[in-house]
């Protein structure tokens, strides 16, 4: 029988403050904030086919690249312009209905992981480049367009889009603005927020707002630098001014063999002490390259670690630098320098490293990609205490990672199969995220910290600084329908532990619901 509406579950007491589990008898509470009257509105915004409620067709949207944490939301709109997203969150902020806007669903860190009382805002529809400006290097892009999208359409006049991050061909803008994505070339190009000139976004009220504007450091305060890589937590973005940049003379990309994961790590903190700025420099183990090796056969030699040193300029320039380059990693213990020989081979290279993610899946059936950021300098050292964390968990962790930044990717390898072993996992990749912090790092480098870092969050940072930037967010968004629950650290009530959430019988029999 279930409990009398309100019966508290788990009480117990941590410090000063007496926690508690409540389960509220809310037998139909999904249909009561999206009543009928309600979804009619949100029918009118959007206009047809932009509307769905169907259950088969919310399953679509449960989940982003972090598939371990899924949520039916309540509904989904389909906006084909800035005027219908006004229309679609004046109804949020009448009603008070959490959104969550969405691109294409591949992040990484739960950040549009839908509410189950509130709706999503997909932006399927407004994939349209809206402007080409080659004289000023700018683009304006609705945020549902494919981050390489951008690059194709400026190749032919000389030009690229930097921030390339791994699933730059299915990735949007709309969401590398969220999460402030980076990707192998940001080294020396600068994550997305480098690259934002301007913004047209919808705050939580339905207002229309500009930040930034057509070129760099506009005056006044930085609210475009305030929004890239708020998560969503700050309104929705629905129209981007990026700058682009000249394609350079000349780009090689040398492969570099080493034995061990350290003599690859020193080499990079070498090359940078000789005042070399790569455009990218990416480190890759043994299980990683040999993942990428059976997925996309990039011919990688068979090493415990590749460095790859991409080195873009003059010709002259690229050649001095990439002979000293290779001299370095000689230095080192490399055993094979290899320099791609043509643009089909460059893009083979790269081809394996960004493929390297989704190989992961070639050697465990289940895996969580981390993203902690460290010191240059302890690349070394962190990385051999991840190697003894992993044993002790009888894990195996695999790491592909942007080195150049001390921007890392470790992979925790497990079965989700096995008993207990997905807590394993993800026990093990939180204290990866505070090892990073105890070596002067953080716990997110461009995948956010969404539903997943939530917790770690309270790790980095102290409540007072916790307190002031939830003062930023109250600006923007006082009745918190704005993808809430993400970002900040909730109290953890009794019961809950790391991972996961597991839900009560009673919220799976679809008769109570957690607050």
């Not at 080659?134 to 190749?155: C, D, F, L």
Request: hydrophobic share 45%; proline share 6%; net charge negative.
């Amino acid at each position: 029988m279930p409990p009398p509406n309100g019966q508290t579950f788990d009480e117990c007491t941590s410090g000063n403050v007496k926690q508690s589990r409540i389960l509220l008898i809310v037998p139909d509470q999904k249909a009561s904030m999206l009543s009928a009257a309600i979804l009619a509105e949100l029918a009118a915004a959007v206009g047809p086919g932009g509307l769905i409620v169907e259950q088969n067709q919310l399953q679509t949207y449960e989940c982003d690249g972090l598939a371990a944490l899924r949520t039916v939301p309540a509904a989904v709109v389909l906006p084909r312009s800035t005027a219908e997203v006004q229309a679609v969150i004046r109804v949020c902020d009448r009603h008070t209905i959490p959104f969550v806007a969405r691109g294409a669903g591949t992040g990484l860190s739960g950040g549009a992981l839908p509410d189950g009382l509130g709706i999503v805002i997909g932006f399927a529809r407004m994939t349209r480049i809206l402007d080409i400006d080659i004289p000023n290097q700018r683009v304006t892009v609705e945020p549902g367009v494919i981050n390489s999208h951008v690059s194709q359409r400026v190749a032919a006049q000389g030009y690229f889009y930097a921030p390339d991050p791994s699933s730059q061909t299915v990735c949007t803008i709309g969401g590398n603005v969220a999460e402030n994505a980076g990707g192998a070339h940001c080294l020396k190009y600068g994550f997305t927020t480098t690259h934002v000139l301007g913004l047209e976004v919808v705050m939580p009220t339905g207002e229309l707002a500009h930040f930034g504007g057509s070129t760099l450091d506009a005056p006044g305060y930085d609210l475009a630098g305030v929004f890239v890589g708020s998560e969503g937590t700050l309104g929705v973005v629905t129209a981007i001014t990026l700058r682009i940049v000249k394609k350079p003379e000349t780009v090689q990309v040398l492969l570099a063999a080493f034995d061990t994961i350290s003599a690859a790590a020193q080499s990079v903190s070498d090359i940078i002490a000789a005042a070399i700025l790569p455009a990218a420099m990416e480190i890759m183990d043994r299980l990683s390259i040999r993942a990428a090796e059976a997925s996309v056969h990039p011919n990688y030699p068979d090493a415990e670690a590749l460095l790859l040193v991409e080195v873009d300029g003059s010709a002259t320039e690229v050649t001095i630098q990439m002979d000293q380059i290779r001299a370095i990693c000689k230095v080192n213990g490399a055993w094979e320098d290899r320099l791609a020989q043509s643009e089909r081979e460059r893009m083979l290279v790269w081809k394996g490293r960004k493929a390297a993610f989704a190989a992961a899946g070639r050697i465990a059936p289940n895996y969580i990609v981390q993203d902690g950021v460290i010191p240059r300098t302890k690349l070394p050292v962190v990385l051999e205490a991840i190697g003894r964390m992993a044993e002790a968990t009888g894990l195996q962790v695999s790491n592909v990672f942007h080195a150049g930044d001390g921007n890392l990717h470790p992979i925790v390898l497990y079965n989700a199969a096995i008993p207990g072993q997905e807590e394993v996992a993800v026990d093990l990749s939180i204290r990866i995220l505070h090892l990073c912090v105890d070596h002067g790092g953080s716990i997110t480098g461009e995948h956010g910290v969404g539903k997943e870092k939530q917790e770690a969050m309270g790790y980095m940072y102290s409540e007072p600084d916790l307190a002031t930037m939830q003062l930023v967010r109250m600006a923007f968004d006082p009745q918190n329908i704005a993808n809430p629950d993400k970002l900040f650290p909730r109290t953890k009530l009794c019961g809950e532990k790391s991972g996961p959430y597991h839900p009560h019988p009673l919220e799976t029999a679809g008769v109570a619901q957690y607050f």
